[in-house]
């Protein structure tokens, strides 16, 4: 017989999970709220079979739970019940501290895990086969995981095309919040800046000229609020790090601006240039 | 005989409009710096006629001086001289108030303007058919701008294809302060600060980690040195005001992490959802 997967939550990366899994011949149980979103993914073939009720999970020998993170942290207790107790679990939260910190002591074999992965869509329409082909996957172990366990998150996110990487929880909250949380804040005060612009020509204009520029650097500042808040929330104190890292850059661009420090100003640009290609390596550029 | 256009400065807005321009039936000479340049514009097709030397205008009946804001606001003494008197002359800089400071009076068919299009790509490779189709072509006329000549410049933008618009040059340039000048700093101030990351497996992580996300908001602040510091000296009192409004709404995001305060934290993000669309009614959306 098949092994059997369990996974929690069929948004983009539940439903995409759900895909990948059964292509890589696992049979996949899906558990989701809503029987409407139940019926919705069995007809889009997210999954093998699909319930409401978290009892379905038993026969999993691996459960991962793709929840909001506000779930993920504070997790139903029917669910917590269901879980198999020689199941693997996993999750693919984009923080790692709280998860550790609400899961370790709740079940023996649950290992930390995020893979980066993502569109703009979401919801049980938006998964996708082939998603995580080609992208990070990162565990976050510490002294409580089972290394077993973790090695069997290992094997399923190489097979399905993952590039496997682990560290400590604390330092893949500060990196996410540097290339992934900051951004959404630097973004939307973009977008807030410019919406705060009162003079009803220069607001028309600025939206006759707006270009892929502004479109790109506005993207992710216009994206899911739900999402940002569960970022600032739950990875509050590294996103107020790279909030005031953040805040330090800006006021060094600006203050070469305000002293017409050209030389200076051209200085940080050539700087930031040579920055992105680096910071850029591995990243799929959508966009170039 | 068919009217000749003259175009100085052969990159990507220069050669893109010498492309454009001959498949619209016109005579286009370019005049451009370096002997290597000339060869390569003939070689692409880019122009009818090139040369190095400024008296190769005198037939002119437009001259589009795509030149970079530098020159474009301290021109070639040889240059001003060769400009025919009865030609009609525009421009294509990002910035007009001091483009129109520069030009009044030297020129009686002077016609300050700027076509908002662009790639990444620049120099004499960049050129593209089509640049300009659909996109905004804006005026900025004063009380001393020729009626005729300002009639001239808009039938070629439409004939390229382009949306016309007409605004001060003061509102103008603060428009393209909010949605093109900001962005370039917001998004190197981003690169600035992860680049600031100083331990090392943080620093590896968020190369590891970086995703389309990082990739998109720091896409303009990793771009040409020379530009940003061009749209920052030549548009100084608009880009400080944007600076100043950015600055604000920055803070109001961060106080609300600071605070807990998670309800604001979403009616800010909310309302920054609402707003991109609003302002990305008219823009290519390379990236949605």
Chains 1, 2 share one sequence.
């Not at 999954?47 to 379905?56: E, I, L, N």
């Not at 305000?258 to 850029?280: G, H, I, K, M, S």
Request: glycine share 10%.
């Amino acid at each position: 017989m098949a092994a059997q997967a369990g996974v929690v939550g069929l948004g983009l990366i539940g439903g995409s999970l759900g895909l990948d899994l059964q292509s890589r011949g696992w049979r996949v149980q899906g558990l989701v709220h809503r029987q409407a979103t139940a019926e919705r993914a069995l007809a889009r073939g997210l999954v093998s079979a699909v319930s409401t009720d978290p009892a379905c999970l038993s026969g999993c020998d691996l459960v991962i739970l793709a929840l909001p993170i506000p779930l993920l942290l504070n997790p139903d207790p029917a669910l917590l019940e269901a879980l198999p107790r020689d199941a693997v679990i996993t999750d693919v939260g984009s923080v790692k501290k709280p998860v550790l910190e609400a899961w370790n002591g709740r079940h023996p074999r649950f290992v930390a895990s995020h893979p980066m992965a993502g569109t703009a869509a979401a919801g049980v329409e938006a998964g996708l086969a082939g998603l995580f082909q080609g992208r990070p996957w990162i565990a976050t172990p510490d002294a409580q995981t089972d290394p077993d366990a973790l090695a069997v998150v290992e094997a399923v996110a190489r097979d399905l095309g993952c590039h496997w990487l682990t560290s400590g929880a604390a330092q893949h909250d500060q990196a996410v919040a540097l290339i992934s949380h900051l951004p959404v804040l630097v973004s939307a005060a973009l977008l807030r800046a410019v919406g705060e612009e009162r003079d009803p020509e220069i607001r028309q204009l600025a939206i006759a000229l707006a270009s892929s520029g502004f479109a790109d650097t506005s993207r992710v500042g216009g994206g899911n609020p739900d999402l940002g808040v569960a970022m600032a929330s739950s990875n509050r104190e590294a996103v107020l790090k790279g909030l005031a890292a953040y805040r330090w850059s800006l006021e060094q661009l600006e203050e070469a601006v305000l002293r017409d420090n050209w030389p200076q100003l051209r200085q940080e640009l050539e700087r930031t240039q040579a920055l992105r290609p680096e910071f850029l390596r591995t990243a799929p550029e959508v966009n170039p």
